[in-house]
């Protein structure tokens, strides 16, 4: 276990500097003035020679079209603003690499991934599911991302396309896992309110969030789910996913959560904006007296479930690192130096930036506590 906490993280520093159209696009509230959710990328997943799983009477990528559907048509409807992208309408082929690349290119705030679970040899099995990209060892979480992620063997050149992804590999597993960490708060946010309107709302049997490697989700750079919307191998619930008022239901909770989620991250991004505006027209860094500021700037290398090796060289090159803990369990690293003035803690940003750590970001605590992610 030691070796493998250690293989992580080497390979979450090189990974940072290689995945351009991820480092990209990560987004440091405290670098816009107001951030906003203006698109999103809906993801039905399979489609085209890829049936996905299959009930009795049904077929994976049949439904997951539908709700997919559903749901952009509910946030184009109703959400002012938002431009609704997706990587399929209609019962086609879409390579997994090519469906983050749909997110990436056209700069997406959000990716959600729709599809629908089984069970082998449980029809019993039933309930919701919503992903997001990490590492989990249980037999069951495995399953389901090996079976969504065998897909890439009806693709051509697809050791090209995933970096040498290996489905049997579980240091594979552990190199994907890391690619999403900059965005780990934002997804498990969203997840959350996903299984909390099945759960409160659609009156559906609620798993959980939880995670594991999905090639789908791995190169995309904002943050991303992939939703299990119900079990085709229990017929009920098979049965409940092919109806209208079903597919309805399960939209309708991912629209209510997006709504949430977007209502949220806005008004968390205005007021820390506002708290910068006033911060830097009342003192900026002149003099000592500064210290005495109840708000401090740090600057965060990025977010890991993993404990990693602060032994490691490029950590030690950048000088001393606390390790801060969230109540999810989401390990932070974050440079002890604190700043009083922005302006020096965005220059120690792009200083991390430019030393490897692509996914550093500005965090503001206020009287000795953190303000945001």
């Given at each position: 276990?030691?070796n493998?906490?250690?293989l992580?993280?080497?390979?979450?520093?090189?990974?940072?500097?290689?995945?351009?159209?991820?480092?990209?696009?990560?987004?440091?509230?405290?670098?816009?003035?107001?951030?906003?959710?203006?698109?999103?990328v809906?993801?039905?997943?399979?489609?085209?020679?890829d049936?996905?799983?299959?009930?009795?009477?049904?077929?994976?990528?049949?439904?997951?079209?539908?709700?997919?559907?559903?749901?952009?048509?509910?946030?184009?409807?109703n959400?002012?603003?938002v431009?609704?992208?997706?990587?399929?309408?209609?019962d086609?082929?879409?390579?997994?690499?090519?469906?983050?690349?749909?997110?990436?290119?056209?700069?997406?705030?959000?990716?959600i991934?729709?599809?629908?679970?089984?069970a082998?040899?449980?029809?019993?099995?039933?309930?919701t599911?919503?992903?997001?990209?990490?590492?989990?060892?249980?037999?069951?979480?495995?399953?389901v991302?090996?079976?969504?992620?065998?897909?890439?063997?009806?693709?051509?050149?697809?050791?090209?396309?995933y970096?040498?992804?290996?489905?049997?590999?579980?240091?594979?597993?552990?190199?994907?896992?890391?690619?999403?960490?900059?965005?780990?708060?934002?997804?498990?946010?969203?997840?959350?309110?996903?299984?909390?309107?099945?759960?409160?709302?659609?009156?559906?049997?609620?798993?959980?969030?939880?995670?594991?490697?999905?090639?789908?989700?791995?190169?995309?750079?904002?943050?991303?789910?992939?939703?299990?919307?119900?079990?085709?191998?229990?017929?009920?619930?098979?049965?409940?996913?092919?109806?209208?008022?079903?597919?309805?239901?399960?939209?309708?909770?991912?629209?209510?959560?997006?709504?949430?989620?977007?209502?949220?991250?806005?008004?968390?991004?205005?007021?820390?904006?506002n708290?910068?505006?006033?911060?830097?027209?009342?003192h900026?860094?002149?003099?000592?007296?500064?210290?005495?500021?109840?708000?401090?700037?740090?600057?965060?290398?990025?977010?890991?479930?993993?404990?990693?090796?602060?032994?490691?060289?490029?950590?030690?090159?950048?000088?001393?690192?606390?390790?801060e803990?969230?109540?999810?369990?989401?390990?932070?690293?974050?440079?002890?130096?604190?700043?009083?003035?922005?302006?020096?803690?965005?220059?120690?940003?792009?200083?991390?930036?430019?030393?490897?750590?692509?996914?550093?970001?500005?965090?503001?605590?206020?009287?000795?506590?953190?303000?945001?992610?």
């Open positions: 276990m030691k493998k906490l250690l992580s993280s080497i390979v979450l520093l090189v990974c940072l500097s290689i995945i351009p159209e991820v480092s990209g696009r990560v987004k440091a509230f405290l670098n816009v003035p107001f951030y906003t959710v203006k698109t999103v809906i993801d039905a997943g399979h489609g085209g020679k049936t996905g799983c299959l009930g009795k009477h049904s077929q994976e990528k049949d439904i997951a079209l539908k709700i997919a559907l559903k749901l952009g048509s509910y946030i184009e409807q959400i002012e603003g431009k609704v992208i997706y990587t399929r309408k209609t086609t082929f879409i390579e997994l690499h090519e469906r983050a690349a749909i997110a990436n290119r056209n700069q997406a705030d959000l990716f991934s729709i599809h629908c679970n089984a082998k040899n449980h029809t019993n099995v039933h309930g599911e919503t992903y997001i990209m990490g590492l989990d060892k249980s037999a069951e979480n495995l399953d991302s090996r079976r969504e992620n065998s897909v890439i063997l009806l693709e051509n050149n697809y050791e090209h396309h970096d040498g992804f290996n489905l049997d590999d579980y240091e594979s597993n552990i190199v994907f896992s890391l690619y999403q960490n900059a965005f780990l708060n934002q997804s498990i946010d969203f997840a959350s309110s996903i299984e909390k309107e099945f759960k409160h709302k659609a009156k559906r049997n609620s798993r959980g969030v939880k995670q594991e490697s999905f090639l789908v989700l791995y190169k995309t750079g904002m943050p991303s789910v992939l939703v299990e919307a119900g079990f085709l191998t229990n017929s009920s619930e098979e049965a409940f996913l092919k109806s209208d008022q079903g597919q309805t239901y399960i939209a309708s909770a991912i629209y209510r959560a997006f709504k949430e989620y977007k209502s949220k991250l806005e008004g968390v991004a205005l007021s820390q904006a708290k910068i505006k006033r911060t830097d027209m009342g900026t860094a002149q003099s000592s007296k500064e210290e005495s500021s109840s708000l401090i700037y740090k600057v965060q290398l990025y977010n890991a479930y993993q404990s990693l090796d602060l032994g490691n060289p490029d950590f030690k090159r950048v000088g001393k690192i606390d390790i803990e969230n109540p999810r369990g989401i390990k932070q690293y974050i440079l002890a130096t604190q700043f009083y003035d922005y302006n020096a803690a965005l220059t120690a940003l792009k200083d991390m930036k430019g030393a490897g750590f692509k996914h550093a970001q500005i965090v503001l605590y206020s009287n000795g506590k953190r303000i945001v992610n």
